[in-house]
């Protein structure tokens, strides 16, 4: 059973910086390509970063934060991280990871971080 725990979430002032993590049991983030995805209140979950699995380590990024958001992943621990710099009141909501879609069966959904940045 694949569990996952992302964390760090907080309240910030725009502009502040947060660094996520995701730490995951019953899965190998190092062969699997995952990201980070949010979701606004009212609003469908979207996707904001994914890196690819293993060496490749080719990451992408949603438009509205290339720039300002670097995802990474420590395969010693297992654990997914998404620094984000220059945050804007837009980028508020509860962010989660998981298997990027499209790239195998989503594993079951985290209770996720909550992102909250005040202008």
């Known amino acids: 059973q694949v569990q996952l725990v992302e964390s760090g979430g907080g309240l910030v002032q725009a502009g502040g910086s947060l660094r996520l993590s995701c730490a995951a049991s019953?899965?190998?983030?190092?062969?699997?390509?995952v990201a980070w995805y949010r979701q606004a209140v009212g609003q469908e979950r979207e996707l904001v970063a994914f890196?690819?699995?293993?060496?490749?380590?080719?990451?992408d990024y949603a438009d509205s934060v290339k720039g300002r958001f670097t995802i990474s992943r420590d395969n010693a621990k297992n654990t997914l991280y998404l620094q984000m710099n220059s945050l804007k009141p837009e980028d508020t909501g509860a962010y989660y990871c998981n298997r990027r879609q499209g790239w195998g069966p989503l594993w079951p959904w985290g209770q996720g971080t909550q992102v909250t940045v005040s202008s």
């Open positions: 890196i690819h699995s293993r060496g490749s380590g080719v990451t």
């Open positions: 019953g899965a190998d983030f190092s062969i699997n390509t």
